[in-house]
């Protein structure tokens, strides 16, 4: 639930958008509270390599649903992207199988849809492998391969939040774990569909956290990514 006022995510916004505009390979996505995307889409405006997004979305277009927010809304409101299965949601109770009906839901509606995933712990047994190998099928066993160019797969190791860079996976876990996760895609959809996420075993962007609240921070990582 950040940032906790619309004025604060103005200012970040306005903040990141300087560095954005600026960028030739990079896309950038915002996701903010829902109700804070009609106000960003003023200021976003037209830029082309600036998007907007939400953190949630539910699996129906329309119905009886209190305190839901519908794909089609966020549509309306300026939003181009949805996050979902993001680990708190997951820690609330989401499941595989509800992350597989929003994703079918949110797919349809016309939203590019980042489909988050991740072990909560690493074991020398390789568990863990098996534990994602599901979790990827699971979460995407609703959704026809020619969505498939329309989802963003987003890794997310629980264990290794918030944790020094020294604690936390390096390069060579990442590349890894993108090849093992084109593997289970080819599986599941075939050699040609998975070579979109991600290409040749590589990662293709980041799914920025916390550092996201600060602008002079996310301004560094963009840059990075922009030169990487």
């Known amino acids: 639930m950040n940032p906790s006022s619309a004025k604060e995510a103005e200012r970040i916004l306005n903040g990141v958008k300087k560095t954005a505009v600026r960028l030739k390979k990079t896309q950038v996505v915002i996701c903010p509270p829902f109700i804070y995307l009609n106000n960003l889409k003023k200021i976003i405006g037209k830029s082309a390599n600036l998007s907007l997004g939400a953190q949630n979305a539910f699996w129906e277009v329309e119905g009886a649903f209190t305190g839901e927010v519908s794909p089609e809304m966020i549509r ?50 390789g568990d863990y492998l098996v534990f994602l190998r599901d979790e990827i099928r699971n979460s995407l066993n609703k959704i026809q391969k020619k969505f498939l ?47 979109a996420v991600p290409k040749s075993g590589g990662v293709d962007g980041l799914l920025v956290g916390h550092q996201s609240l600060k602008p002079e921070n996310f301004n560094e990582i963009l840059m990075s990514a922009e030169n990487f």
């Open 76 to 125: 309306n409101y300026g939003g181009s992207y949805v996050i979902l299965g993001h680990s708190e949601r997951r820690a609330l109770g989401e499941t595989d199988e509800i992350v597989s009906k929003k994703t079918l839901t949110c797919l349809k509606t016309g939203l590019k849809t980042v489909v988050c995933i991740g072990e909560k712990i690493r074991d020398e047994q």
């Open 149 to 195: 160019k329309s989802v963003i797969i987003a890794y997310e190791p629980i264990w290794a939040i918030g944790k020094k860079d020294t604690e936390a996976m390096s390069p060579a876990d990442i590349h890894e774990m993108a090849i093992y996760i084109k593997k289970i895609l080819s599986e599941i959809y075939g050699q040609e569909s998975a070579l």
